[in-house]
C-alpha cells in the first residue's frame, strides 16, 4: 500500500550558478556553446549562456527523493515521460521544482506526478511527468 494521496505535493528551489552548469557540462561532455561561451550566448535569443536542459530537470530528483521521504516506503525512479524544456534558464537563475502526485495505481505500486520547474519570474521552463515505482517495506 503506497502511503501517499493524490495531490500530495512537495517543492525544492535552488539558484543555477556558474559552477553548476561547467561541472554538468564537464560530467556530461555537452560542451555546446549554448552553455559554455558567453559570447555566443549573447547573439541568441536568451542573451547569454543557458543551463543544460537535463540539468535543469535533474533538480526534480530531490523532490522524488523528498516524496520518497514523505511516504517512508522503498521506492525507484520508474522513469519521466512527456518532458518538455519551455523556457531557457539563465546562469543566475532561482529555480522551483514542484513535485505533485497525480495518480496512484496501487496494483502496479507506481505513483505519477506533475513536475512544473518555474524561475524567480514565474516563467514556467520545464514540465514532465514523474513515475516511482514502489516496493514492499520501509526504507532502508
Not at 29 to 41: A, F, K, Q, R, T
Not at 53 to 80: I, N, P, R
Not at 115 to 139: S, Y
Request: charged share 15%.
Amino acid at each position: 500500500m503506497i502511503n501517499l494521496v493524490v495531490g500530495d505535493s512537495v517543492s525544492f528551489s535552488k539558484t543555477i550558478a556558474e559552477s553548476d552548469v561547467y561541472l554538468f557540462a564537464g560530467i556530461t561532455g555537452d560542451l555546446s556553446p549554448n552553455h559554455v561561451n558567453e559570447e555566443y550566448g549573447r547573439t541568441t535569443r536568451y542573451g547569454g549562456r543557458i543551463a543544460h536542459g537535463m540539468l535543469v530537470l535533474s533538480l526534480a530528483s530531490c523532490t522524488s527523493t523528498m516524496m520518497q521521504a514523505k511516504a517512508a516506503q522503498a521506492c525507484v525512479s520508474y522513469g519521466y515521460d512527456r518532458v518538455r524544456f519551455l523556457a531557457g534558464v539563465l546562469i543566475g537563475d532561482t529555480l522551483t521544482v514542484t513535485y505533485s502526485i497525480t495518480q496512484i495505481d496501487q496494483a502496479s505500486a507506481k505513483t505519477r506526478a506533475s513536475i512544473e520547474i518555474h524561475n524567480q519570474r514565474g516563467d514556467l521552463c520545464a514540465v514532465a511527468t514523474h513515475i516511482l515505482k514502489f516496493f514492499d517495506g520501509p526504507l532502508p
